[in-house]
């Protein structure tokens, strides 16, 4: 469901049209379809997400995080910075879009869990 509703060429054809909270009801629909984020993150973004402002920014942030060219480094922590601006920051929600996205390449971070597994 992430690669059909976040593809590339779909997010940029909704940011080229101004579609903003569309790409935020497809990463809701996305977050809904797992049960990877907590109900509570889940509140949280979906409460953040109710903004026009903050539709475009996060919509904009997301593409950003999945295909520009930047570093990892650097889309990663922009977004996460978003994420902190919105009262959303948390591992889940800032490593999810890109594991669901390409998950033979990046993880899915819950700290709790990877905490209890090395111990």
Avoid at 48 to 53: H, S
Avoid at 70 to 79: A, T
Avoid at 96 to 114: A, Q
């Amino acid at each position: 469901l992430g690669t059909e509703l976040l593809g590339k060429e779909r997010l940029t054809d909704l940011l080229e049209a101004g579609e903003y909270w569309q790409i935020c009801e497809y990463a809701k629909k996305v977050i809904n379809k797992t049960t990877l984020i907590f109900p509570t993150e889940k509140a949280a973004l979906k409460n953040a997400l109710e903004n026009e402002a903050t539709q475009e920014a996060f919509a904009k942030s997301l593409y950003e995080l999945l295909y520009s060219e930047d570093s990892l480094k650097e889309r990663f922590m922009d977004f996460a910075r978003h994420l902190e601006r919105i009262n959303a920051a948390k591992w889940t929600l800032a490593t999810y879009f890109l594991f669901i996205m390409f998950p033979e390449k990046y993880i899915f971070v819950k700290p709790t869990m990877s905490q209890n597994s090395i111990r």
